[in-house]
């Protein structure tokens, strides 16, 4: 059974910094063949695209609302992707949740909620003014 679990989700000011994980585990295929995404929906909004990794070309991806602050990278020993969020804004504020595809993700793709065949539960962040 494939699992995703974020953690290091939480309560931070603007400005601030968090780092969160995804812990993958029962993937069929090996890590390094999945393309990772972080996700975030905040209240009353639709769930959006944050940062995707390729796993198996190292090609990350970013929104442009978080380029030049959050940084996406892949402990491939570990199992494990990270999104580095740094100049946290209130606007950040989200459930965050990482998400699985076999596919090699890019262009208008990227995306694309349809590929990402595994999503974990979400961890929350807040930042507060």
């Known amino acids: 059974e494939v699992q995703l679990v974020e953690s290091g989700g939480g309560l931070v000011q603007t400005g601030g910094s968090l780092r969160l994980s995804c812990a993958a585990s029962g993937f069929t295929f090996a890590f390094d063949d999945y393309a990772i995404g972080w996700f975030r929906q905040a209240p009353g909004k639709e769930r959006e695209g944050v940062s995707c990794?390729?796993?198996?070309?190292?090609?990350?991806h970013y929104a442009d609302s978080v380029k030049g602050r959050f940084t996406i990278s892949s402990d491939k020993a570990k199992n494990t992707v990270y999104l580095q969020m740094n100049k946290l804004k209130p606007e950040d504020t989200a459930v965050y949740y990482c998400a699985a595809s076999p596919d090699i993700l890019m262009g208008n793709f990227t995306f694309k909620e349809f590929k990402y065949d595994y999503w974990g539960q979400g961890t929350q962040v807040t930042v507060s003014s």
């Open positions: 990794i390729n796993n198996s070309k190292g090609k990350t």
